[in-house]
């Protein structure tokens, strides 16, 4: 159940994608900058043009998408996305971000270079400098609801262990 691939959603790479597998966008919708514009399970070939209209329907085309073997994983993430200060800025009190930046361990659960709840807005500032000062600005993070979602997230994804950024 662990991503398959990251890439820009364009109509040749629906098309190359094996059937089954799931698919989301990145960017924010309408429901919020938290949900994604588009996501569902990659149908047969003789429904592609079909499901690429509905991709640009819903403006997701062009965006960043990871590609996952199940939807199991997703429900797991709220968000998937670059660690910015402005993204952490618009985050909800309480959320979870950790980096998909891995501080090199021996064998075990791969640990994030950073990860904690998002802080009061009085305390972001600090929140920020703590984020750099771990080398996460700038690189992938996920955005979960609690740690506990985090840790199930990684419970799935044994893959991941010692090969850095994902």
């Not at 399970?41 to 590609?67: F, T, Y």
Request: proline share 6%; aromatic share 8%.
């Amino acid at each position: 159940m662990a991503l398959l691939i990251r890439s820009e959603l364009t109509k040749q790479f629906l098309m190359s994608l094996p059937t089954g597998c799931f698919l989301v966008s990145t960017c924010g919708g309408p429901s919020g900058p938290h949900v994604p514009r588009f996501h569902e399970r990659v149908g047969p070939k003789a429904d592609r043009e079909a499901q690429w209209r509905r991709v640009k329907a819903a403006g997701a085309d062009g965006s960043l998408c990871n590609v996952y073997r199940s939807e199991d994983l997703m429900s797991e993430i709220v968000e998937r996305t670059k660690l910015t200060k402005s993204f952490l800025m618009s985050l909800g009190e309480g959320m979870y971000v950790a980096s998909n930046a891995w501080i090199p361990v021996n064998r075990g659960a791969p640990t994030s270079r950073f990860e904690e709840r998002v802080a009061l807005p009085q305390n972001r500032e600090a929140q920020w400098t703590r984020i750099k000062d771990a080398g996460a600005d700038g690189r992938h993070c996920n955005v979960y609801d609690s740690p506990d979602d985090h840790t199930k997230w990684l419970a799935v994804i044994p893959e991941y262990k010692d090969k850095g950024e994902r």
